[in-house]
């Protein structure tokens, strides 16, 4: 078969692109987060030099990314579990750098143990399986775990929502807390365990125009307590919330888990 020059120059470009894509993969850096026997730690908070938080998958895996040869700082929490802080020297190759988080000890009386291997409330929930797909870019929500929960050590629901981008707390004019979304006052939807919290007037579109009342907003700080709080996440807007996600919410919505930190 002859190629013309056309045909040639595409299959260079398609080679090229492939190659390319191959080698990104390949210099793909990475933490592992383990026990000390080895046994992987699933959903692990891990940040770098204090970025975004990421979550380790069910290998104990997270990516760090390409990037050039530097020194980063790493925390990783899961609870339960001795805490890691410290600094990492990444090559410019791909590389995996194992983390060994120790458990915690504690000190209990005799007792029978029955092994319980049932899953937590978040990863029921789908919590866990969204926050992954978040990371490869499936979805743009903000999830906070319960290690970042326990470690910014909050009073309230409203300070914790107040650190994440893209919505802000304003109040009723009775003074009460409302999470609305980015510079409007448009009330994000407020959903507890899959439910929708409707405010006092119900859910139906509310008249917002004169401003957030008691009546037409949800007091988000009323509603549920920051200790019965397992895990939080935010779609900013309400066109990119999860299909199982079946609520009246066009201004993004904040979703919260209840149930134990602790596995």
Known sequence: ?????????????????????????????????????????????????????????????????????????????????????????????????????????????????????????????????????????????????????????????STILGSVNGIRITRTSNGNNVVVSGTSSCGMAVIIDGRQVCPNAGCRILDTSAGMTDMNSVLIDQVIDLSAIAGIEVYRRGGNMPSDFHVDGECGAVALWTGSRRR
Not at 11 to 28: E, K, L, P, T, Y
Not at 108 to 127: I, M, N, Q, Y
Request: hydrophobic share 40%; aromatic share 8%.
């Open 1 to 157: 078969m002859r190629f013309t020059p056309f045909c040639i120059n595409t299959i260079g470009v398609v080679a090229a692109v492939a190659f390319a894509a191959s080698a990104a993969g390949a210099q793909d850096r990475a933490l592992r987060v383990t026990s000390p026997d080895s046994e992987p730690i699933a959903y692990a908070f891990v940040q770098a030099n204090g970025g975004r938080a990421m979550l380790t998958d069910e290998n104990g895996r997270v990516s760090i990314g390409a990037g050039k040869k530097q020194t980063l700082t790493i925390e990783v929490r899961r609870i339960g579990y001795t805490p890691y802080y410290g600094k990492v020297d990444f090559p410019d190759t791909a590389i995996t750098i194992p983390i060994i988080l120790p458990s915690i000890a504690q000190q209990l009386s005799s007792v029978k143990v029955t092994a319980d291997k049932s899953k937590s409330p978040l990863e029921r929930s789908g919590f866990y399986r969204r926050w992954l797909d978040g990371q490869k870019g499936v979805t743009s929500a903000a999830f906070i775990g319960p290690e970042e929960i326990e470690k910014k050590n909050e009073a309230r629901v």
